[in-house]
């Protein structure tokens, strides 16, 4: 069964841009490698992600994210099955984007969203440019 977990939480202020840099680097290799796919966006004070897999896979990984204190104050915003079916043909990295330069990586992957999670594409597409500040 496929799964989408989706949060935001506030960063912790005392990592540095770097440390932010190989989060964001370990993320994106590491969720390629699990056949996680989603995003991971890095705003100003927060980061925004969107977790989808296997259902015990993203809720296991969810478990463990909120636990790393690098971030705090999660809120969560999606918890959810996803139509399985829909992702048949979901060969996708993990989108990673930090700050404003990501405009491009966000466009493919809302384009990417709405063939393969037809269910939650309005939500996920709302949040996603509201937190990139292009709504
Ligand atoms: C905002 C944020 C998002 C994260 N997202 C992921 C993720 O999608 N996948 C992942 O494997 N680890 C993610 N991590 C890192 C995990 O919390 C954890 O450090 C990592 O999975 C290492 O686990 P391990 O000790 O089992 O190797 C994230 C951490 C933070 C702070």
Redesign the pocket.
């Known amino acids: 069964m496929r799964y989408t977990i989706s949060y935001v ?1 506030t960063i912790n202020s005392s990592l540095s841009k770097s440390e932010v840099k190989m ?1 964001m680097d ?2 994106k290799d ?2 390629s490698i ?1 056949g ?1 796919t ?1 995003i ?1 966006i890095h705003t100003e004070g927060n ?1 925004f ?1 969107v ?1 989808e897999g296997e259902q015990e896979l993203v809720k296991s ?1 969810f478990k ?2 909120k ?2 204190d ?2 705090h104050s999660i809120i969560k915003m999606l918890d959810t099955t996803t139509d399985s079916t829909s992702f048949s043909q979901y060969h996708s990295s ?1 989108t990673v984007v930090s700050e404003r330069d990501g405009q491009n990586e966000l466009r493919q992957f809302l384009k990417k969203e709405k063939e393969n999670n037809p269910g939650h594409f309005k939500s996920i597409s709302y949040l996603t440019k509201k937190i990139m500040n292009i709504l």
């Open positions: 939480s989060l370990f993320v590491r969720n699990l996680v989603g991971l980061f992600q977790l990984l463990k994210i636990i790393d690098r971030h993990f």
